[in-house]
């Protein structure tokens, strides 16, 4: 029981933490972001702070590393089979979790540089998605390592888009795109429907 309490007060605490951090992020960039501002905001010790966390930059790990996990859980729901034949709905069950956590990509997408913040969250969505593929498929190829580039960078290039756009599209219609450009490339998007 008592482990229990620590682990809610320890998960109460991240999330001041990480509220203060966004709450702080809108005023100024991350750079002018003191450890001593960011504890006073969350109404914490600042060796507190350093129980959970070495800097800044770790809060921002422990959100990326959180998102790839809830993404992965996300991906997880389906058999190899069903990512493969379903893009355009997980994809949009994809975007809805994004929206909702758009506070955290703003700041992921404004602080890290996009490789390295979306990157991890798409393999961990291909990896399975892969999976449906015979296993004589070459992922080394050359070929194949071009198109997952060019797919990963698209896809954050629209995950971008759509966050200068103040995610003003809804998670559908962004997901709608972006699986029809997976699947079918630049004619199946441009084709009306």
């Given amino acids: 029981m008592e482990k229990e309490t620590t682990d809610k007060r320890a998960e109460k605490t991240k999330a001041n933490i990480l509220q203060a951090f966004i709450a702080l992020s809108k ?5 002018e972001i003191s450890i001593r501002e960011l504890t006073e905001a969350a109404h914490i010790h600042r060796n507190t702070f ?17 998102m790839c996990c809830d993404v992965k859980d996300i991906t997880e729901k389906y058999t190899p089979k069903e990512l493969r034949d379903n893009v355009e709905t997980v994809t949009a069950e994809v975007f809805r979790y994004l929206y909702d956590k758009r506070e955290w990509c703003i700041l992921l997408l404004r602080t890290r540089s996009i490789v390295s913040s979306g990157k991890n969250l798409l393999e961990s969505v291909f990896e399975r998605y892969l999976a449906a593929y015979p296993k004589s498929f070459d992922r080394n190829s050359l070929e194949f390592q071009v ?6 960078a698209g896809v954050l290039g629209i ?16 997901a709608g795109i972006t699986g029809r ?9 441009t084709q009306l429907q």
């Fill in 159 to 174: 995950v971008r888009y759509w966050l200068e756009k103040d995610f003003s599209q809804s998670p559908e219609e962004m």
């Fill in 181 to 189: 450009l997976l699947v079918e490339g630049i004619q199946g998007a």
């Fill in 27 to 31: 005023e100024k960039e991350i750079n």
């Fill in 147 to 152: 198109q997952f580039q060019y797919c990963t």
């Fill in 50 to 66: 350093y129980l959970h966390y070495t800097d800044l930059y770790s809060v921002l790990s422990e959100m990326e590393k959180t």
